[in-house]
């Protein structure tokens, strides 16, 4: 058996400890405590591995530390990262309107174009949490006439994602699968998923099903 097992790391909530950004003589650089300082330091030694990773920032609170906002977002973009939508206020999205929904996605959108010219494509939800009588308006709108799309919708768990080009896959409603737990196993979490993939090889390479579309767990 061969082939690779393409991982995408995802980063939710902005927060400083993924990135932020200090001083050093006249520049600005990533602290290298960070996430992002830890993936560049590895990328030197490693630069086979690529330096990628989406970032799903919200609108209150983005990569505290040195720097404006725009820079912060400009380094990220300018190395190659990505950044992700996280809706504005981190809401419970099942309880908005479809206005509050607009609004939600549309502010980080518009934030985002307005300081750097990126597009988002892809939104996060949070805690996992999609609208029952809106997921449209999460996927495509617009808030204050500027147009946004999500062509990929996150969950927050729990297994790992089909490929993006089998047919079976929903990318508006992707899973993902959680690194907490450090070396303490929670179910679903990275070390679960490691472990079950260890005892069932194949499935690294075509994740939950078997060529017979049985599935491997449970
Ligand atoms: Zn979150």
Do not use: F
């Given at each position: 058996?061969?082939?690779?097992?393409?991982?995408?790391l995802t980063f939710d909530d902005g927060t400083s400890g993924q990135f932020n950004l200090i001083e050093s003589?006249?520049?600005?650089?990533?602290?290298?405590?960070?996430?992002?300082?830890?993936?560049?330091e590895f990328y030197k030694e490693h630069p086979d591995f690529g330096l990628n990773g989406t970032f799903y920032i919200n609108g209150t609170s983005i990569f505290s530390g040195k720097g404006t906002v725009k820079e912060r977002l400009e380094y990220l973009i300018d190395k190659g990262f990505?950044?992700?939508?996280?809706?504005?206020?981190?809401?419970?999205?099942?309880k908005s309107s479809s206005e509050e929904i607009k609004e939600e996605v549309g502010i980080v959108n518009n934030l985002v174009k307005e300081l750097?010219?990126?597009?988002?494509?892809?939104?996060?939800?949070?805690?996992?949490?999609?609208s029952k009588d809106y997921a449209d308006l999460l996927a495509k709108g617009s808030y204050k006439d500027v147009e946004y799309e999500n062509k990929i919708i996150l969950l927050v768990g729990a297994e790992p994602a089909l490929s993006s080009n089998n047919e079976k896959v929903n990318l508006q409603r992707l899973p993902r699968v959680r690194a907490t737990g450090g070396n303490k196993r929670v179910d679903c979490d990275l070390y679960y998923w490691l472990d079950v993939m260890d005892k069932n090889p194949k499935m690294k390479y075509t994740r939950l099903e078997n060529d017979s579309g049985d599935k491997l767990v449970d």
């Open positions: 058996m061969c082939g690779c097992t393409p991982i995408i003589g006249d520049q600005l650089v990533a602290n290298p405590k960070s996430a992002v300082g830890i993936m560049e990505e950044i992700g939508n996280h809706t504005n206020t981190h809401p419970y999205l099942n750097t010219g990126y597009e988002i494509n892809s939104l996060a939800l949070p805690y996992g949490i999609s």
